[in-house]
T-cell receptor, first 112, second 114 residues
């Protein structure tokens, strides 16, 4: 079955610390992978996407993610977290950009 | 910057009542979607809509649900007879054509069925 797992429901980091949010997927075809962020009262905003090619992809707001086919993972990273990064983060997989399959999300809390 | 808007932000209704959730997609977009997220669960695809017809729907999208693009700007999701388990956050999304163009999401409507 096609699915996305985000093992961490809630993560707390200090401002300036590094961040890694985990995402594992199960998908029968070539996966198209996405990370979205949702700030309170806002819609889901695309951070980055992976379709093919270089397995390390750069996104907006200083985020990057690495696709590892052998581990079925697409973890999101940021070297230094800012207080404004506090939000909910969703990993998703899909056939191209249609019918996205999302994980349950990871809520990030940032302490000053 | 253009954005997808949704109204209302929060809707409370009684079980068995009909509700209509409204979305205004980005104006030049051609593909439209509804997703929902039950509290604590995954965001789930409901339906995609293109060229004035449903292009794909999930098993969740049963006969109680319908979608419509009544004019050139709105995209609506109707639930005919709400159930308690319809309580969720409903997200609308839209995109331009093409396989690789991203979906833009609205802020969601929280539906509470009592």
């Amino acid at each position: 079955a096609q699915s996305v797992t985000q093992p961490d429901i809630h993560i707390t980091v200090s401002e300036g610390a590094s961040l890694e949010l985990r995402c594992n997927y199960s998908y029968g075809a070539t996966p198209y992978l996405f990370w979205y962020v949702q700030s309170p009262g806002q819609g889901l905003q695309l951070l980055l996407k992976y379709f093919s090619g270089d397995t390390l992809v750069q996104g907006i707001k200083g985020f990057e993610a690495e696709f590892k086919r052998s581990q079925s993972s697409f973890n999101l990273r940021k070297p230094s977290v800012h207080w404004s990064d506090a939000a909910e983060y969703f990993c998703a997989v899909g056939p191209y950009t249609d019918k996205l399959i999302f994980g349950t999300g990871t809520r990030l809390q940032v302490f000053p | 910057e253009p954005e997808v808007t949704q109204t209302p932000s929060h809707q409370v209704t009684q079980m068995g009542q009909e509700v209509i959730l409204r979305c205004v997609p980005i104006s030049n977009h051609l593909y439209f979607y509804w997703y929902r997220q039950i509290l604590g669960q995954k965001v789930e695809f409901l339906v995609s809509f293109y060229n004035n017809e449903i292009s794909e729907k999930s098993e969740i999208f049963d006969d109680q649900f319908s979608v419509e693009r009544p004019d050139g700007s709105n995209f609506t999701l109707k639930i005919r007879s709400t159930k308690l388990e319809d309580s969720a956050m409903y997200f609308c999304a839209s995109k331009t054509g093409g396989y690789y163009n991203e979906q833009f999401f609205g802020p969601g409507t929280r539906l509470t069925v009592l």
